[in-house]
Nanobody, 114 residues
Framework: QVQLVESGGGSVQAGDSLRLSCAPT?????SAWFRQRPGEGRQLVAG????????RLAESVEGRFTISRDNAKNTLYLQMNNLKPEDTAVYYC??????????WGQGTQVTVSS
């Protein structure tokens, strides 16, 4: 059983940047970042294949967020720039080991104040 650990969350001002990290990733497995805002369901933010192909990027974060991975370090990243208050959420990384995203981290809180 893979134990994913996210890090890099925090409280920032609007316009600031954060970089989230998640480890360990798994060879040949697609990875993704999700987020859950207060009172809402979990939303897919961005996905990336083992080879680095970005499979999904939510329209609300296009031009501001970048998903990437370092396979040598088994680490997944989410670079978040120009953060907005509506980006406030718990961010989760996930692996698609089966046919769905079935392995999750515990989440890291991102709070953006205006």
């Amino acid at each position: 059983q893979v134990q994913l650990v996210e890090s890099g969350g925090g409280s920032v001002q609007a316009g600031d940047s954060l970089r989230l990290s998640c480890a360990p990733t798994v060879r040949n497995v697609e990875s993704a970042w999700f987020r859950q805002r207060p009172g809402e369901g979990r939303q897919l933010v961005a996905g990336i294949t083992w080879g680095g192909y970005v499979t999904r990027l939510a329209e609300s974060v296009e031009g501001r967020f970048t998903i990437s991975r370092d396979n040598a370090k088994n680490t997944l990243y989410l670079q978040m720039n120009n953060l907005k208050p509506e980006d406030t959420a718990v961010y989760y990384c996930a692996l698609r080991i089966g046919t769905t995203y079935d392995t999750w981290g515990q989440g890291t809180q991102v709070t953006v104040s205006s």
